[in-house]
């Protein structure tokens, strides 16, 4: 859990970072002001914001999921214990069948955990890279170059 609160941290503070340094050259050579450059780009931030929360939100349904059949298993496993000898092994089998069922489950849940995680570090690379091409190109960023840079990522997040 902590592994990826601090993968998204870094990825937001890179990302941060990039669009202010995009931002401050755009204001400082006068194609942009800093107000016009946030109204353009609010779209295609919230839309990454909304990814993000995504991304988060299906990592702690997999953690609350595991928080939970823990729980399940212990209970399992003591009604196991309590049982008498004669029909426990009814209850084994019935316990491992269970446990396979749970065991897909979270399997299936941590696989839609990372893909969405690994989605949304594609889209910081491609938003990483486009600002990286715009910050460094050496000719004027304009207007028309950001409003391109932004309906081609646009097209690729939704």
Known sequence: MVDFQQSLKRLKKERKTLN???R???AKIGSLRKNDYDSMMGELFQLLEEKEKEAED???HY???QKTMVNLLRQGVLQIKNIGQNDNKKNVEIFK???ETILKVQQEKKEYA??????L???HKKITHSFNELINQDTHVFCKD???VKKHLLEEIK
């Open 114 to 119: 990372i893909i969405k995680f690994l989605e």
């Open 63 to 65: 953690i609350e999921y």
């Open 20 to 22: 202010n340094k995009l």
């Open 24 to 26: 401050e050259n755009l």
């Open 97 to 99: 069948l269970e446990l």
């Open 146 to 148: 950001l409003k391109n």
């Open 58 to 60: 299906e990592f702690h």
């Open 121 to 123: 570090q594609e889209i």
